[in-house]
């Protein structure tokens, strides 16, 4: 009867609880939606009918219930979709440009901004999910130093991420911190740190309950293992992670941060610990496999594994092959920036090249691209 008022115009002011209601769920103003408080002598703009039809039609189904209870929702319930919003924004930046200074200040920004508006809440659960939203910003913001190459400073966005991530009492956003530390400490050389923390991501309620996040966590400690010298127990890992994923169901709704993660990326990360316990022919065969797994749009990934391959060619002694495939990295990265975790893999590429006899292919790739690993 309510909602009928409202599309006919009878009610053309609904009480304060109902505006604040509409106003939250809408994100515009009631008088916007065209209702006119009629008791005011000031003048409004006329009444817009289709306007209020059409927010009704589309929105009452959802919350009509929800408003005729009575009860306003909280203001940060907007802020919570604008900041999701926001933060998918960034991961869309991400895509396109990699980890860059815009991106880790606009991370920390809104990351400022949920830590502020939780204090405001007036429900622990929308505050849990700005807690959680902050973690998530500072996340990203760690992402950003980690793929840009610039480790100082995330161990100390990691431990804030860590605390929010604990207020707001959010398994998922746990495992993805303890990820983010896990490939932090391994790009520090720290390869103990980088079990552990793959470990403590392998042990939180989300990983325990997903085969897909037990997956994750499992390839993590592999690659931590396999660079520091235990084979055996990597290989294990390995097989671990790919039982893991086979359980996975890919039809299931899944987080964006972990959006990446299917046969493609552990393909990936298959080949480097192939590589790093001494098995480069499988190494090789396991980023053919990637190549062929991964989406087209998944561009900085292509390049990323394109550069393990040419790697486990050239730890085959195939050198001319090797250089054939790493210069294809500049290919398909034309027109972005080399990210600094990428071109810090090109310098390890490099340098192998130095430390094999030198060859007018390898001399010619040197010459050509060294300006371009070096400062794109």
């Known amino acids: 009867m309510t909602v009928r008022k409202w599309r006919s115009g009878e009610t053309t002011w609904p009480r304060i609880a109902v505006r604040l209601a509409l106003e939250a769920i809408s994100g515009r103003s009631v008088q916007d939606l065209g209702f006119v408080d009629r008791r005011r002598k000031t003048r409004t703009p006329p009444e817009d009918p289709m306007l209020r039809r059409s927010f009704l039609n589309t929105t009452v189904g959802a919350s009509a219930s929800f408003v005729m209870a009575g009860p306003a929702p909280s203001v940060g319930t907007a802020d919570v979709l604008r900041l999701r919003g ?16 815009t991106l880790e200040q606009a991370a920390l920004a809104g990351a400022r901004e949920a830590a502020r508006l939780q204090a405001k809440a007036a429900t622990s659960r ?24 610039r480790l100082d400073g995330a161990d100390r966005y990691l431990d804030r991420a860590l605390t929010l991530a604990g207020l707001a009492q959010d398994s998922e956003m746990l495992m993805q911190v303890w990820n983010l530390r896990s490939m932090l400490a391994r790009q520090r050389g720290d390869y103990p ?49 790919e ?18 993660y299917g046969p493609a990326e552990l393909h990936s990360l298959t080949a480097i610990v192939r590589d790093v316990v ?12 990637a190549l062929a797994a991964l989406p087209e749009t998944y561009r900085r990934n292509r390049a990323y594994t394109t550069a393990r391959l040419a790697l486990a060619q050239l730890h085959q002694g195939d050198a001319e092959q090797a250089c054939a495939t790493g210069g294809t990295v500049f290919t398909i990265m034309a027109g972005t920036p080399l990210p600094g975790r990428m071109r810090r893999l090109l310098g390890d590429f490099q340098r192998g090249l130095i430390a094999q006899a030198p060859t007018p292919v390898s001399n010619e790739w040197t010459d050509r691209y060294r300006t371009e690993w070096s400062s794109a």
């Not at 998918?88 to 200074?101: N, Q, T, Y």
């Not at 325990?208 to 520091?228: C, D, F, T």
């Open 126 to 149: 929308t505050r849990e999910r700005l807690f959680s939203l902050a973690a998530a910003f500072t996340a990203a913001a760690t992402w950003s130093l980690i793929d840009a190459g």
């Open 193 to 241: 740190e980088a079990v552990a923390s793959a470990q403590a991501a392998l042990a939180t309620a989300i990983a325990r309950r997903s085969p897909l996040h037990a997956s994750l966590a499992h390839a993590r400690v592999a690659v931590g293992l396999a660079h520091g010298r235990d084979p055996r127990s990597a290989l294990s890992c390995l097989g671990r992670a």
């Open 243 to 260: 039982e893991a994923l086979a359980k996975a169901d890919p039809t299931q709704p899944r987080s964006a941060w972990i959006a990446f």
């Open 278 to 289: 001494g098995d480069p022919a499988e190494a090789e065969a396991a980023s053919h496999r």
């Open 86 to 101: 926001q933060l998918d924004s960034l991961r869309a930046l991400d895509d396109h440009r990699g980890g860059h200074d």
